[in-house]
């Protein structure tokens, strides 16, 4: 037996690669930390609302069913997505997060000496599923912190197989035109799938919204992926789900675990979808949080990001760790995204008016004695 055998030196090369996803600090990891009793959260771009009502309802509901095994194809939540978003319910995939359907997407389009095409400053989960694929990462260089749409085409070849456009990205939040967009889809090869991820697609007002849904009868390539983490306030849940073509999500069921949604979640969600004063009240609390941060911003002199998300980073003009660790002590839990090469920035989930003023406070404390 040879007892220097390197367990590491056996994974794949892709994983030998990665980077763990490193996640916003948890409230209960910094109270046990610092021993401080008031700290705010705005680190994971959560719903500060808390779940809707109907949700607690729809789950405590559910417990006496907790010995038995969900339903394996979710069909109730199906179909109120169906008949929500006017599509036919073997359109859908449902996820544990849509970070599950990315996972899926890669497993079932990529292997090694294939490609994944993103840009700069995008979601850290798609190098993260590309490469546990054991498949090549190609990164297009960002145009104002936004995708460059031109710049991403130019990396597809003949090895390409998926491109991952976040629409908002986090963590910019920046918005693609809807024009630009549908443009790049159709000019994309058809060996080619576009992975339009939509994760705070229901913080995107009407007016700038991609009608992306429609695109899907003339693109065949495309498929779009959203989530109930965010607007729906399900983040501890897991649920997600991608809407393409029928023969897409008969490729990703078959990837899939037959039980990959738990029951409460399923039950959640479809709980949710039906409250649209809790949806209405989340998109109003979130533009005013935005405006109250951004004000603040702007009285210190600082620039962000236009965000069209439930996030805003600011451009801080100096590293943002240190800045970020002189929050924590003063219990404000926010996002340093230097591993996204935006060292100078913070990333700032918006939270309730109060959880807004909080931070405010302690970010114009930390600035003034960092100078
Ligand atoms: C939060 C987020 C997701 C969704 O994560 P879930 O797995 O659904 O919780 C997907 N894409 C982006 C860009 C995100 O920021």
Request: with cysteine; aromatic share 8%.
């Amino acid at each position: 037996m040879n007892n220097n055998c390197n367990i590491s030196q056996l994974a794949l090369q892709g994983v030998q690669d990665l980077v763990p996803y490193k996640a916003g600090k948890p409230i209960d990891e910094l109270e046990r930390e610092l021993g401080l009793t008031e700290i705010v959260k705005l680190a994971s771009n959560e719903n500060p609302l808390g779940p809707s009502p109907k949700v607690i309802k729809a789950i405590q509901t559910a417990l006496p069913e907790l010995s038995r095994y969900p339903d394996g194809n979710g069909f109730a939540l199906k179909t109120a997505l169906a008949k929500k978003l006017n599509i036919s319910m073997d359109q859908i995939t449902l996820g544990n997060g849509s970070n599950e359907i990315l996972e899926l997407v890669a497993r079932t389009f990529l292997e090694p000496g294939l490609e994944a095409v993103f840009s700069q400053h995008a979601f850290a989960v798609y190098p993260l599923v590309t490469q546990a694929a054991g498949a090549v990462v190609k990164v297009a260089p960002a145009l104002n912190y936004g995708h460059d749409l031109d710049a991403m085409l130019a990396l597809v070849n003949k090895n390409t197989r998926l491109v991952f456009i976040a629409n908002p990205n986090n963590p910019t939040g920046t918005l693609l035109l809807s024009s630009a967009l549908k443009q790049f889809i159709n000019a994309l090869p058809k060996t080619v799938m576009c992975v339009l991820d939509e994760a705070y697609f229901e913080f995107v007002t009407a007016d700038d919204s991609a009608d992306s849904l429609t695109w899907l009868i003339e693109c065949p390539n495309l498929m779009i992926t959203r989530t109930f983490s965010k607007a729906y306030g399900l983040a501890g849940l897991r649920v997600g789900y991608s809407i393409s073509s029928a023969e897409i999500a008969d490729l990703l069921n078959r990837v899939r675990q037959p039980f990959n949604n738990n029951m409460l979640a399923l039950a959640a969600a479809e709980a949710a979808l039906t409250d649209k004063a809790y949806l209405a009240k989340t998109i109003a609390a979130n533009s005013q949080g935005m405006e109250q941060l951004t004000s603040a911003f702007k009285e210190m002199g600082l620039s962000w990001i236009t965000s069209f998300g439930n996030f805003v980073s600011v451009d801080l003009k100096q590293a943002g760790v240190p800045i970020y660790e002189a929050l924590l002590k003063k219990g404000v839990i926010v996002r340093p995204v230097a591993n996204y090469e935006m060292p100078n920035y913070l990333r700032i989930s918006i939270g309730t008016e109060q959880e807004n003023q909080f931070f405010i406070d302690a970010f114009k404390q930390v600035m003034a004695t960092s100078k």
